[in-house]
């Protein structure tokens, strides 16, 4: 559930940006949908609404929900301000290598990297293991990001739109089936043990 409220504004993002040069009238409010322009204040709004529907639902708020919700506000007021997309289209890139840089500095400089310290108390796992899913979430957002720029410079806008719904989903899956691979081993050697503790 709490997974998909995050990808609601994005989705609606998508959405409204299909809807470009029509008039949408509400109860004698009248606003032509202006593009991307639209598409980034629709994005705003509702990822900032989405952030006390997740607490309500999880009872929590991640600091990296709030990090998205920082960017998307400074990026996406940016490209509304300035009137250029490309703020926007900066966002996901700079957010990811901002999320490898804190993974990477977390495996190198302490005793437990962002993973381990998050999933650590209900997954036991070796830390060489740790730090291997670590490295992959490293490598995992800095390619992500690299591929944001490379379609926001060399194919059309909308291009880039679809890109960053479909992408956000393929990549996020990708990134969630790598991990539960490289855990799987040792999950089963646990869940092995747990049951013949059990037995006895």
């Known amino acids: 559930m709490k997974q998909l409220l995050e990808f609601i504004p994005i989705i609606l993002f998508f959405t409204v940006y299909q809807f470009d040069g029509e008039t949408v009238e509400i109860m004698g409010w009248t606003h ?81 990297n962002f993973l381990q310290r998050l999933m650590g108390q209900q997954i036991k796992l070796p830390d060489r293991i740790w730090a291997r899913i670590c490295w992959v979430w490293v490598a995992h957002f800095t390619i992500v990001g690299i591929l944001n720029l490379v379609v926001a410079y060399r194919f059309p806008e909308a291009t880039w739109v679809s890109y960053k719904l479909w992408s956000g989903i393929a990549f996020t899956v990708l990134l969630m089936i790598i991990t539960t691979l490289l855990m799987s081993p040792w999950l089963k050697g646990e869940s092995e043990e747990n049951q013949t503790s059990s037995e006895i």
């Open 32 to 112: 032509t949908i202006a593009g991307i322009y639209s598409a980034t204040a629709v994005l705003i709004v509702s990822t900032l609404i989405s952030l006390p529907i997740i607490y309500w639902v999880s009872g929590e708020l991640e600091k990296r929900l709030l990090w998205t919700a920082a960017a998307v506000a400074v990026f996406g007021g940016a490209t509304l301000a300035f009137q250029n997309e490309l703020f926007i289209q900066w966002k996901p890139s700079i957010f990811n290598w901002g999320m490898a840089l804190a993974f990477g500095a977390s495996q190198v400089f302490g005793s437990q």
